[in-house]
């Protein structure tokens, strides 16, 4: 059976601010500026260093990776402590970064996020605008289930980093079998209870058991 841990993406705030400026000036970036509980990255960080991938060469998807450029989405930045760890894996277990996104359906939920970005917006056009990021979020997962189903072979390990607030695990088909990295992350992510995790995100996670 394939295999695909998944690691929550919690960005860190500087990250998030930089990814996120346009809802910021819109005044609706409170909730995804908010800092990843303590102890997040340092638990994924153990978690990716103490995994045996029994000689195993991964697949790693990376959440904004279309595959158009041949370099990793720019929050793989050393300058940063997420960064450096994803680097570090990545370089340490010689992974196979493979396209994740689609680009058509991450250009248009970018390009609503920047819509509603926009300081003077009224709330009929914002109400109607949240319909539709809502749907091309859901276009948006689709096309990354998509994305892993055709490349993660048979008897292969693939790694997910995707942010908490995604739904493209339900979406995968039964032959991958998908944990959490650790177990310890969902319990940071349901306690400090974030905004936007869609219900039943993790139904068809179980804790990690390589």
């Known amino acids: 059976m394939r295999q695909l841990i ?28 908010k800092a990843p509980p303590r102890g997040f990255w340092t638990t994924v960080d153990e978690s990716l260093t103490d995994i045996d991938l029994h000689g195993k060469r991964p697949r790693v998807y990376l959440e904004g990776y279309t595959g158009r450029r041949r370099n990793v989405p720019p929050y793989i930045d050393t300058s940063s402590l997420e960064g450096l760890i994803l680097y570090n894996f990545i370089s340490r277990t010689g992974s196979i970064i493979e396209p994740t996104e689609d680009k058509k359906a991450l250009k248009k939920v970018k390009t609503n996020y920047r819509l509603l970005g926009r300081t003077q917006i009224d709330s009929a056009k914002r109400a109607r605008l949240l319909d539709e990021l809502n749907n091309d979020i859901d276009e ?3 096309a990354i289930a998509k994305k892993i189903a055709a490349s993660l072979g048979p008897e292969e390990i693939g790694f997910l980093f995707l942010g908490f607030n995604h739904d493209a695990i339900s979406r995968l088909p039964a032959d991958i079998n998908v944990t959490i990295l650790n177990d310890r992350l969902r319990e940071l ?12 995100k993790r139904r068809n996670e179980t804790e990690n058991p390589i």
């Open 189 to 200: 992510i349901e306690e400090s209870e974030p905004a936007g995790m869609p219900e039943g």
């Open 6 to 33: 998944h690691v929550p993406m919690w960005h860190s705030k500087d990250v998030q601010q930089k990814q996120n400026r346009p809802l910021l000036r819109g005044g609706m970036g409170h909730e995804l500026s």
């Open 140 to 142: 948006r997962d689709d």
